[in-house]
C-alpha cells in the first residue's frame, strides 16, 4: 500500500455575502504603499463594500499611518456617508492588529476579523 504524501485540502469557501446588508455594512480594507508621491500622500487606504455594492472608496494617505489616523480616515471618508460598519475584514497590518484598533472596533460593536497570516486571499477582494 502506498502512502499519500501530498493529503488532500478541504475546498475553500469564500465568506459567505449578506444580500439583505446595505450598502458598506461589510468592509474590507487595505492599504496599497509605496507610491510615487502626490500632494505628499504616499499610499491608498482601499475601502471595499464587500457585500452589497462592491463599491470602493480611496483615501490617499502617508505609508506611515497608524490605528488612530485609519480609524480617522474611515471616519471622515465613509462613515458620514454610510454609517457603522457590523464588520471590518482587513489583513493584519499594525494598523489593523493593533490594540487601540481592536478596542474601538470592540466598543462600537463591529466585528474585525483579520486575515490568516501569508493567506492574502482571506481579503481577496482589496488584494
Do not use: W
Not at 43 to 70: E, F, Q, R, W, Y
Not at 86 to 106: E, M, N, W, Y
Amino acid at each position: 500500500m502506498k502512502i499519500n504524501t501530498h493529503p488532500t485540502t478541504p475546498p475553500l469557501t469564500p465568506i459567505p455575502a449578506d444580500p439583505s446588508a446595505l450598502p458598506f455594512q461589510s468592509v474590507s480594507i487595505d492599504f496599497i504603499t509605496d507610491l510615487p508621491l502626490s500632494n505628499s500622500f504616499d499610499s491608498l487606504m482601499v475601502i471595499v463594500d464587500h457585500d452589497s455594492s462592491k463599491g470602493i472608496v480611496l483615501c490617499p494617505c502617508n505609508k506611515t499611518i497608524d490605528a488612530l489616523g485609519t480609524a480617522l480616515l474611515y471616519h471622515q471618508n465613509v462613515y458620514r456617508r454610510f454609517g457603522l460598519p457590523k464588520r471590518i475584514i482587513s489583513d493584519r497590518g499594525p494598523q489593523f492588529a493593533s490594540h487601540v484598533f481592536q478596542t474601538l472596533c470592540s466598543r462600537l460593536g463591529i466585528k474585525s476579523k483579520l486575515s490568516t497570516a501569508y493567506h492574502p486571499q482571506t481579503d481577496g477582494q482589496t488584494e
